[in-house]
């Protein structure tokens, strides 16, 4: 989780500050854009990674719910 947030604060620094070096920004604000960018950004992959790994673990509990059901399942014996 935390390398999402780190990956996150990573890649938003750098949108951040690209975009306004594009814009030809005084530096302090080129700064300041990439940090709030940072921040953000790397709150939203935490957001994004939490709800990812939920998401797995529901679907590993079904498959394994399934398999068990699958397993215990009375057969049925026919005569022919």
């Known amino acids: 989780m935390k390398s999402l947030l780190l990956i996150g604060g990573l890649l ?3 949108i951040g500050f690209a975009f306004s070096w594009v ?3 005084a530096w302090p604000s080129i700064l ?3 940090c709030l960018s940072a921040y953000l950004t790397g ?7 939490r709800a990812w790994l939920k998401s797995l673990n529901a ?4 498959r394994r719910t399934q398999f068990t059901a699958a397993r215990f399942a009375p057969v ?5």
Not at 43 to 49: A, Q, S
Not at 76 to 80: F, G, H, I, L, Y
């Open 12 to 14: 938003g620094f750098g």
């Open 23 to 25: 814009k030809e920004n």
């Open 32 to 34: 300041w854009h990439a």
């Open 43 to 49: 709150l939203l992959f935490r957001w994004w990674g």
């Open 59 to 62: 679907a590993m509990i079904e």
């Open 76 to 80: 049925s014996k026919t005569t022919k």
